[in-house]
T-cell receptor, first 115, second 112 residues
Framework: DAGVTQSPTHLIKTRGQQVTLRCSPI?????VSWYQQVLGQGPQFIFQ???????GRGNFPDRFSARQFPNYSSELNVNALLLGDSALYLC??????????????FGPGTRLTVL | DQQVKQNSPSLSVQEGRISILNCDYT??????FLWYKKYPAEGPTFLIS?????DKNEDGRFTVFLNKSAKHLSLHIVPSQPGDSAVYFC???????????FGTGTSLTVIP
């Protein structure tokens, strides 16, 4: 079975541009979470979506937005890119809301570089 | 504000010996803790978890200990193997389960 897939693998953008990252969860999983991992830091929670609704949001500015589609795939959008947005963006899926009874499975991430 | 901290960025251990990775947290509402392992170019992989109603959970070579009064948990790997070389992240959540907080990671190197 395929795991969590993310596209693209790498991306280079310039300041002020907009970017869209994509995630396909494991088949049957209805929840997707997004994390930002800056070099040398741990993953930082951005959003969790379940059944196409936002169920959790981390401490990120409104430039960050996401959505989940009927097939449970998800997109993360970042507007007005800043140099500090350069990071590895991780997507994780789970059967239901991520928690003690629902393990999160992570994708390999999208490496975003903002110049 | 880092609510989950891993104060040792790196650790080297001889093959066959015990590896002990430490994690501290500040939020007393956290009641579920996890350890993830991450290889380069891959996403984190779940390793082991513990609920706050327990103080120990064991899975094969991996044991997690939780000291709620000290707000401290540790991961013991024994015996350590070269394939255990990876970055280990500690994570925590409260009972809503809507958000997980990760530490900064500890890079473990097991020397053959």
């Amino acid at each position: 079975d395929a795991g969590v897939t993310q596209s693209p693998t790498h991306l280079i953008k310039t300041r002020g541009q907009q970017v869209t990252l994509r995630c396909s969860p494991i088949s049957g999983h209805k929840s997707v979470s997004w994390y930002q991992q800056v070099l040398g830091q741990g993953p930082q929670f951005i959003f969790q979506y379940y059944e196409k609704e936002e169920r959790g949001r981390g401490n990120f500015p409104d430039r960050f937005s996401a959505r989940q589609f009927p097939n449970y795939s998800s997109e993360l959008n970042v507007n007005a890119l800043l140099l500090g947005d350069s990071a590895l963006y991780l997507c994780a899926s789970s059967l239901s809301l991520a928690g003690r009874y629902n393990e999160q499975f992570f994708g390999p991430g999208t490496r975003l570089t903002v110049l | 504000d880092q609510q989950v901290k891993q104060n040792s960025p790196s650790l080297s251990v001889q093959e066959g010996r015990i590896s002990i990775l430490n994690c501290d947290y500040t939020n007393s509402m956290f009641d579920y803790f996890l350890w993830y392992k991450k290889y380069p170019a891959e996403g984190p992989t779940f390793l082991i978890s513990i609920s706050s109603i327990k103080d120990k959970n064991e899975d094969g070579r991996f044991t997690v200990f939780l000291n709620k009064s000290a707000k401290h948990l540790s991961l013991h790997i024994v015996p350590s193997q070269p394939g255990d070389s990876a970055v280990y992240f500690c994570a925590a959540s409260d009972n809503t389960g809507n958000q997980f907080y990760f530490g900064t990671g500890t890079s473990l190197t097991v020397i053959p």
